[in-house]
Structure formats: structure tokens, C-alpha cells
């Protein structure tokens, strides 16, 4: 098959959106179809390749097999092997232990079964992933043992090889199309979904589309291709269905660059000397540019704003690191002659095996904790809320009775006082338990997720109605009809009710409240309806005699803080020098940016009613950072609940608030 320059140019055209995507450069947000790009490229080159050598009858599968495993072996078990260096002094032993899995999966070519069963292409858990960016190999890998084969096959029956490659390309893109909308993580991954952007390229190679030699036309094409790759690659986001019909903008544009030929406009662009360079440095710098962003990824949420971790340092490293692979790695590699293929194919699976060995190590060690100082298993070892039960928690509305809730402190004595609200509430629990047996005080807990202590109002978690404002009713009845519970503590995430979005592990919850007063009529206004509800409840409670006392909430986070602030314990004592780069706090603008609707409404409820206000984020901020650990331990369980630890912490610190209210 006679080399072209333009196709190499195009690899370049592929690539550079891929890593600026990944970088973050806005600019590039459907940068990702850089891949099926590659995807129509290998099918044209391979297929052009094997029809070739069958014409000529010099075609043999195991040479095919050597020249694969030549070229992409090398530089791809020698960015495993840095990275798997990396991922020992940079990843924490959950996280390990789940990069260990993805060695071995990716040694077997499965890399993509294996992250698609993980998490989708997007989502932000994948952003950490070390070599999430191997799924595309595993779906080349996978038609690179299949294809040949196939191809094979149909030449030795004498089959019409394009009709063959047409047929699987109808049923991969239907396949693709329907599973888009149906399993967009299982269509996104696997070959089946994927291989009609395989076979677009095979079906240029082997010339299932009638040839012009028309130079306007040509140039018409290239310049029409390079649009629809410009287009898809500036249009598209994350949340644009891919790959189904949306995938087949940038394929088909890329089939035309390729149609066109070296005399094309775009083609003849492509050609020049630097893009030709990026293109056959491709491999490479795919290869490379993703562990590192990874990495970076990882340690986000910690790092301030430095170069070593800026998106152009990002892409500077890859060029760099892509350069050394290819020159010290690549190259070598491929020009090295073997005498017999058994040779290499012996010694390729003694390398297979190794590294497979290193990632079932990896694993079955659980993520090798022994590398970690005591530091790190002290603030991520967290206990959640003891209340946060069956019992406790998750319950039937209708058993929510005074008599069948859970006490806090001295059982002895009957209650005085109550802790209400959602998930949120748990932020007192165990401090308060503590606090009553202390103090011979009992109080009670009554608590559901995402179900704010107001009355009369309907929640729906992405527009599905709970069952929230029977639960708050029976509370509430209850609650005015013992006399001997004066003391209400109303405990929420009120900066969500308010209307801001959910951060952290809810990131993309919907939560609406809805008047239940206005019937059948959802108004879709939070902030108005958080305010009138609260005065509504407030009111009420201080005409059945009651004591109110609204609990402002604890700062979120948006990350999960025993995991971030184990990974600060582990960099501080792997690279002691660059501790100065990592923050293991919370900047106080940030909780000012989430409450500041709430305090607004607090003002106005507090021209109406005798609430009074209990403001714990004193305890964990001062001078414009808001502390998320004491001692080396972890306040919180997660992004936006208090540990056992950090509820015990909350109260103790606040003990003259509770001591001014329950003890008088």
C-alpha cells in the first residue's frame, strides 16, 4: 500500500483535539472524537495493507501479528510500566488496588469490558483513572485479532470482501444507534457498537466508493471532511449522545479527507512537514497524555493554582514524554528484525505475564496499604453516623412516633428535646448523644433523606414525589402534642432547599419543593417556597409552645474529604517538599457562595418568628478557611456528612450554645 503523507497529517488532526479535551481547554469539547477519527484511519490503513498482500499473495497472518505487536507493544508496555511507577507513590490503596485490576485487563486487551462495567466514558469518577484511555486500544486490539481473519477468510472462499465489510458496517451502526439510547456506556466501549467506524475505513481500502479524479470535487470533499471534523469537535459535548448517529459527522468527515487523496485542499495542508511530524508521533503522545492529566486530576481538589499542574504544562509534558517514547522506544522497536516470530511471540507473552502478575499483586494486596503512613489510614479510616440505621433512618413514616424514635443520651429520662430534618440532622446525633449521658438530658431523633423539617411541602427527587411530607406531619403532630419535648433543633441541607445544585456524591440530583397548599400545581420555585414553608413551621411550633433553634448547616465540600485528605497525608510524605502546593482546607468563600440565600431568608423569618439561630460553621472556619480535620482525623464521612468523630467535635466545640439551651 503506497504511504501517504496526508494520512499521517490526519493522525495529527486526530490527536491534538483528543488532548485538549482532556486537558480542559473549553474550546475543544467534543475533542473525544479525535478517537473514532483514529478508529476510520486504522481501518483504511489495515485493510489497505491486507488486501494488498492477499493480491500479491504475499500475505501471512503471523506476519501481520508480528508487525502489530511491533508496533504497539513497545511504547505501550513502557508507558504501563511508568505508570504503574506513578501510580505507587501518587494513588492510595483503594484506588490502587482498582488501577491493579485495570493492568491486567488491559494486558488481554479488555480494557474497555472493563471500564465500561466501571463507569461511563464521562462521568467524573473516570477522570482518575490512570489508563481509562486504553479502551480505544482494546477495541483496535480486538479487530486487529479478528479482521485479519475475517478478511482472510473471505478471500480464500472468494467472497465479495466489500459487500461482506459493507453488511457488518449496516448492522455495527444500527447496533451503535440503538444501544446509544438504550446502554450509551456498553455502545460507547465495545467493539460491536464501534466497528462500523472500523469498517468506513475498510470500505475506502477497498474501494467500495466509485473513484473521481475531478480535482473541484476532490477539493469540495477534503474541505467538507475537515468541516465536519472541525464541527463535531467545536459542537460536541459531553452531553451529546455518542457515538450512534452522532459519531457518523466526524467518521464520514474523515472518510472524505481520506477519499480526497494527497491532491485534495485539506490533503495537501496535512502534508506539510509538522502535522506529518504530530502524526506519526500520535501514538505516543495518546499513549502519554492521559496518565499524567490523571494524576493531575486526582490531586485537583488539593493542588492550588500552579504551572506544574496548568493545562499547557500538561500538554508540554505529553509532547516531551511522546518524543522520548518514540525516538528511544517506538522507532527501535519496529526497526528490529526477528528471526523467527515464535521468538517474539514467546517473549511478548513472558511480558504479558509479568505484568499481568503486577497488577493481580497490586490487587489482590489490596492496593499495597503498606506503603502508607499511619497518617493516611488515621484521617480515612471514618465511622459514619451511628443513627444513620434502619432503625434509625431508614423507616416506615408511619412508625415515626414519638415512643419509636431513636433517643440521644440518658434513657433514663423521657425527652426534651428533638433533632429533625434530612441526612444533615446526623451532624448532631452522636455529639448529642454524648452530650445527654454527660449531662443527664434525652432528646430524640427524627430523620429522612433529603426531607427537610418544613410542613406542607411536597419534595420530589428529580420530579418523583417522596413520601417527605407525611412523615413531617406525623413528626410534627407528635412533637406539639408532647409537652414534655421543648426544645426543637430543625437540622437541614438548606442551602439546597434554597435552590442552589447538589455537589459532591449528589451532583445532578434534582431537588424541588412544591407547596403542598397549591394543589396539582408544581411551581418549580425553591427559594420562595423554602421561606414561606419555614416561617409556616417556625410559627406553628411557637404557638404549641415550642423553643426553635434552625441549625445552620455544616460547610460542603465538593469532594469526599477522608479520601482527599488521605491523599495530602501520602503527598506530604512521598514528596515532603512540594507540601506548600496542597491545601487541606476550605476557602469560607465558598460556604458564603452556598448560604447566602439562606441567611437572606433567615433575616425575613426572623422579623416574623422568635427563631433562634445556631451558626456550628464557627466551629469549623476562621480567618477565610474552613477546617476539615482535627487532630489528623477526618470531621466528615464523606462530602457533606460529619463522621462520628466529627459530630462528637461539633457539639463538644458548641457545648456552651446546648448548655445556655438544654440546661436551663
Not at 66 to 94: D, G, N
Not at 325 to 352: C, D, H, N, W
Amino acid at each position: 500500500m503506497q504511504y501517504r503523507k496526508d494520512v499521517d497529517g490526519l493522525r495529527s488532526i486526530a490527536v491534538l483535539p483528543v488532548i485538549l479535551y482532556h486537558a480542559g481547554i473549553s474550546a475543544f469539547s467534543g475533542g473525544y472524537v479525535g478517537v473514532d477519527i483514529f478508529f476510520v484511519i486504522s481501518g483504511y490503513l489495515i485493510t489497505g495493507i491486507i488486501s494488498a498482500e492477499m493480491a500479491e499473495g504475499t500475505f501471512s497472518v503471523s506476519n501481520f501479528y508480528v508487525r502489530r505487536i511491533k508496533r504497539i507493544f513497545p511504547a505501550l508496555y513502557f508507558m504501563m510500566f511508568a505508570t504503574i511507577i506513578m501510580s505507587w507513590f501518587l494513588l492510595l490503596p483503594e484506588h490502587f488496588r482498582n488501577f491493579g485490576k485495570s493492568v491486567a485487563a488491559t494486558v488481554f486487551f479488555g480494557s474497555n469490558f472493563f471500564f465500561w462495567k466501571q463507569s461511563g466514558y464521562f462521568d467524573e469518577a473516570a477522570e482518575t483513572k490512570p489508563l481509562l484511555h486504553t479502551w480505544s486500544l482494546g477495541v483496535e486490539e480486538q479487530f486487529y485479532i479478528l479482521f485479519p481473519l475475517f478478511l482472510f477468510w473471505l478471500y480464500r472462499k472468494r467472497k465479495n470482501a466489500g459487500f461482506a465489510v459493507t453488511a457488518v458496517f449496516a448492522v455495527s451502526l444500527l447496533l451503535s444507534v440503538f444501544l446509544t439510547y438504550r446502554k450509551p456506556e456498553m455502545s460507547f466501549y465495545l467493539l460491536p457498537t464501534r466497528a462500523w467506524e472500523l469498517m468506513l475505513g475498510s470500505m475506502l481500502a477497498l474501494g467500495v466508493f466509485r473513484r473521481t479524479d475531478n480535482s473541484a470535487v476532490l477539493n469540495v470533499l477534503s474541505a467538507a471532511g475537515f468541516g465536519m471534523i472541525a464541527a463535531s469537535v467545536v459542537l460536541f459535548n459531553s452531553a451529546t449522545p455518542f457515538p450512534g448517529y452522532s459519531a457518523l459527522l466526524p467518521c464520514v468527515g474523515t472518510a472524505l479527507v481520506i477519499y480526497a487523496g494527497e491532491r485534495g485542499v485539506i490533503n495537501r495542508i496535512l502534508s506539510l512537514r509538522p502535522l506529518v511530524f504530530i502524526g506519526l508521533l500520535s501514538y505516543a503522545l495518546y499513549l502519554w497524555h492521559w496518565p499524567f492529566i490523571a494524576f493531575r486530576n486526582y490531586y485537583k481538589n488539593l493542588v492550588g493554582d500552579v504551572f506544574f499542574v496548568s493545562d499547557w504544562f500538561a500538554i508540554g509534558l505529553t509532547f516531551l514524554l511522546a518524543v522520548i517514547s518514540f525516538y528511544l522506544v517506538e522507532q527501535p522497536f519496529r526497526r528490529m528484525k526477528f528471526t523467527s516470530p515464535r521468538r517474539l511471540f514467546i517473549g511478548t507473552a513472558a511480558v504479558m505475564a509479568l505484568f499481568t502478575l503486577a497488577g493481580a499483586v497490586v490487587y489482590k494486596t489490596d492496593g499495597m496499604p503498606s506503603r502508607m503512613p499511619e497518617s493516611v489510614s488515621v484521617v480515612t479510616d471514618v465511622q459514619e453516623s451511628t443513627y444513620r440505621s434502619t432503625e434509625c433512618y431508614y423507616r416506615d413514616p408511619m412508625k415515626a412516633k414519638i415512643s419509636n424514635l431513636c433517643r440521644m443520651g440518658d434513657s433514663d429520662r423521657l425527652p426534651s428535646f428533638i433533632v429533625w430534618g434530612d441526612s444533615h440532622a446526623l451532624s448532631l446525633t452522636d455529639g448529642m448523644n454524648r452530650y445527654g449521658q454527660e449531662n443527664g438530658i434525652t432528646g430524640v431523633f427524627a430523620g429522612k433523606s433529603s426531607c427537610p423539617p418544613l410542613r406542607l411541602v411536597r419534595i420530589l427527587l428529580n420530579d418523583v414525589p417522596t413520601n417527605c411530607r407525611q412523615f413531617n406531619d406525623i413528626i410534627f403532630n407528635e412533637v406539639t402534642a408532647d409537652a414534655g419535648i421543648r426544645d426543637i433543633f430543625l437540622v437541614g441541607r438548606w442551602e439546597v432547599y434554597s435552590g442552589k445544585p447538589m455537589l459532591g456524591n449528589d451532583f445532578g440530583t434534582e431537588i424541588t419543593l412544591d407547596s403542598a397548599i397549591t394543589k396539582n400545581v408544581i411551581e418549580k420555585d425553591n427559594l420562595k417556597v423554602f421561606e414561606e414553608s419555614l416561617i409556616r413551621t417556625v410559627g406553628s411550633l411557637e404557638r404549641a409552645g415550642k423553643n426553635v433553634y434552625f441549625v445552620m448547616d455544616v460547610p460542603e465540600v465538593p469532594y469526599d474529604v477522608p479520601s482527599e485528605m488521605g491523599k495530602i497525608e501520602y503527598f506530604k510524605h512521598v514528596f515532603p517538599a512540594l507540601t506548600s502546593f496542597v491545601s487541606s482546607t476550605l476557602p469560607y468563600s465558598h460556604y458564603e457562595e452556598r448560604n447566602e440565600d439562606v441567611l437572606k431568608v433567615l433575616e425575613r423569618v426572623r422579623q416574623k418568628t422568635n427563631v433562634k439561630v445556631i451558626d456550628i460553621q464557627n466551629v469549623f472556619c476562621k480567618d477565610g478557611e474552613c477546617r476539615l480535620t482535627e487532630g489528623g482525623k477526618s470531621l466528615y464521612a464523606d462530602d457533606d456528612h460529619l463522621s462520628i468523630y466529627g459530630s462528637k467535635y461539633v457539639v463538644e466545640q458548641g457545648k456552651w450554645i446546648f448548655d445556655d439551651i438544654l440546661k436551663k
